[in-house]
């Protein structure tokens, strides 16, 4: 590998890298929305490129509503109908225990009336 025999100095160094130059990059107006895109390039807004619709970008919008709107809907529907979880299924087990002992009780004093 090749090794430098002395070291470059400050001075070189930067008349070296003055040269090299960042250029702006070069931009259009889009012809359907009149945002400021770079050349040769999708507008980012509206999807078009060369009058055409290229990307789905703005139908994209309009069914984001709809999946929006379904969703709406089902977190509707989760509402009314409450979420089974281990708590719920406690509660019933310890409501059923409940009502198995009122039924047993009530059993056990008919038992005493008939045998008095």
Do not use: D
Not at 24 to 41: E, M
Not at 102 to 110: I, Q, V
């Amino acid at each position: 590998m090749a090794v430098p025999k002395k070291r470059t100095g400050a001075s070189a160094q930067a008349h070296r890298r003055a040269n090299w130059k960042g250029t702006v990059p070069a931009t259009t107006t889009c012809k359907h929305c009149n945002a400021i895109i770079p050349t040769h390039t999708v507008c980012p807004e509206c999807g078009f490129y060369k009058g055409k619709l290229v990307n789905i970008k703005g139908a994209q919008a309009e069914v984001a509503e709809v999946k929006e709107e379904k969703a709406a809907k089902v977190t509707e529907e989760k509402a009314e109908k409450p979420k089974r979880t281990r708590k719920a299924k406690a509660e019933v087990a310890e409501e059923t225990v409940e009502v198995k002992a009122e039924e047993t009780e009530a059993k056990t004093e008919e038992t005493e009336e008939k045998a008095e």
